[in-house]
């Protein structure tokens, strides 16, 4: 699990990278220790899971994987955020929190991107999810271009 422990120079380093949060919804966010520990603070007080990924042979932390649950009807969003030494780990990550979910008798999981986001695009074919729609417009990136939102899933068998 993210503890406090992990928020660090190099993770809150990774959060102001304009590079890296391109992507996210919450590239917006100028992020301080406070605000990380507030957000750290939200999963404990719900099913939500919050999770890092370490590389287990260097005891490095390169990124972490959320999940945001909906009890009552047994799904969960999936987020993942790798903020260095990505060598495959960002997969590796996902289909271990798919994984982790489905034993948690989550009965579908989801993902969404925006449009240009391969590498993520990438994740959610390798893991063999399946296309469930587009958000025409759903975002605005660079320069205030408006840009699609794509939503994949996944059923546990």
């Known amino acids: 699990k993210f503890n406090k422990k992990l928020i660090s120079k190099k993770y809150i380093g990774w959060l102001n990278n304009k590079k890296l949060m391109q992507y996210s919804d919450r590239r917006h966010i100028k992020y301080n220790k406070n605000n990380c520990e ?3 603070e939200s999963f404990k007080k719900s099913d939500d899971k919050f999770f890092a ?5 260097t005891s490095n932390h390169i990124g972490n994987v959320t999940a945001i649950i909906d009890k009552k009807n047994r799904t969960a969003d ?3 955020l790798i ?13 271990l929190m798919i994984k982790y979910l489905f034993s948690k008798k989550i009965r579908k999981v989801t993902g969404g991107a925006m449009i240009n986001n391969k590498a993520m ?10 296309f ?12 205030n271009k ?3 939102l794509i939503g994949y899933y996944k059923f546990r068998k």
Do not use: C, H, R, T
């Open 146 to 148: 408006p840009i699609d």
């Open 121 to 130: 695009v990438k994740i959610f074919i390798k893991s063999k999810m399946k």
């Open 132 to 143: 469930e729609y587009i958000k025409k417009k759903q975002y605005l990136y660079k320069k």
């Open 38 to 40: 507030k957000y750290l």
């Open 53 to 57: 990924i370490i590389d287990l042979e």
């Open 78 to 80: 999936i987020g993942i």
């Open 83 to 95: 903020g260095e030494n990505n060598q495959g780990y960002g997969l590796l990550a996902w289909n």
